[in-house]
């Protein structure tokens, strides 16, 4: 004998749910509170069901190795040149990093402002190794934290081509309107394109270059510049904080680092 829902219910149906088709009757408060916790149910479940992007996201970021005192693979010293010299090793693959510990001062005294540290890359491995120099980065960890990418050095050299031009033309109007200025204003202009070429020479023949280590060819060096000019990079410190990034077989090597490295602290020169 049939029998139909009383007044006030509702029949529905869980056949979807349990594989029969019953009808089940419930309350309208009792169906408005599953349906409630049904809505709330779904967003969960789609978060569980997706759970693979903050690990992909993981696996795609290149691991870093860090240089710290005192670590395995890390070294440290003051010599002679007056430069202060990082060592990091990871596996085949080291790179020293020297900075001249008066490099703060050398800055402002350049009439293109860049800050510059030399590294040697060293591999002892039986393949090969690329070494790439576009995406090495300085971060000034005391000015806004800016990240400057390393200059391109046929690039800069171009550009100091440009300021050198554009400053004798410019010299030559001033010297047109003002004929009473002509020897102080070529004697600067003299003293800046002298500077000029000397900087473009070095930046050609010293720079650190894309190359290809392997067996045969164990070390690369050359410097590596970074542009100071930008407006989030203010008058520097009494002791300054950068970290300097290189990528290189695969991981990213970290060189954080203090100028001085102690307050104060002063490396006295051997003369040459």
Not at 142 to 158: E, N, R, Y
Not at 161 to 180: F, G, I, S, W, Y
Not at 185 to 214: D, H, I, W, Y
Not at 240 to 268: H, Q, S, Y
Request: net charge positive; glycine share 4%.
């Amino acid at each position: 004998m049939s029998r139909s829902a009383p007044q006030g219910l509702k029949p529905i149906s869980f056949a979807s749910l349990s594989g029969t088709a019953e009808a089940v009757a419930f309350p309208k408060p009792l169906m408005r509170l599953l349906l409630k916790l049904l809505m709330l149910m779904a967003p969960v479940s789609s978060m569980l069901a997706h759970p693979a992007f903050a690990s992909n996201k993981d696996k795609n970021r290149i691991p870093a190795v860090r240089w710290a005192e005192g670590n395995p693979g890390c070294t440290f010293s003051r010599d002679a040149d007056g430069k202060y010299r990082y060592g990091l090793w990871s596996d085949d693959a080291g790179i020293v990093m020297a900075v001249d510990s008066q490099e703060l001062e050398k800055v402002h005294r350049r009439h293109q402002q860049f800050f510059a540290v030399l590294l040697t890359v060293r591999y002892r491995g039986q393949a090969s190794l690329e070494v790439e120099t576009r995406n090495i980065s300085l971060q000034f960890m005391k000015h806004f934290q800016v990240m400057q990418t390393a200059l391109d050095p046929d690039g800069f050299s171009d550009k100091v081509q440009n300021d050198a031009d554009t400053l004798n033309d410019e010299t030559a109007r001033q010297v047109e309107k003002h004929p009473e200025q002509k020897e102080q204003k070529e004697a600067f202009v003299r003293a800046f394109l002298k500077n000029s070429a000397e900087l473009q020479e070095f930046v050609g023949k010293n720079s650190l270059r894309p190359t290809r280590l392997s067996p045969a060819k164990t070390e690369a060096s050359g410097w590596v510049l970074f542009s100071t000019d930008s407006k989030w990079i203010s008058r520097w410190k009494k002791q300054e904080e950068f970290i300097l990034r290189v990528p290189l077989a695969g991981k990213i090597f970290e060189f954080p680092f203090r100028l001085p490295p102690k307050p104060g602290e002063t490396i006295l020169r051997k003369r040459e």
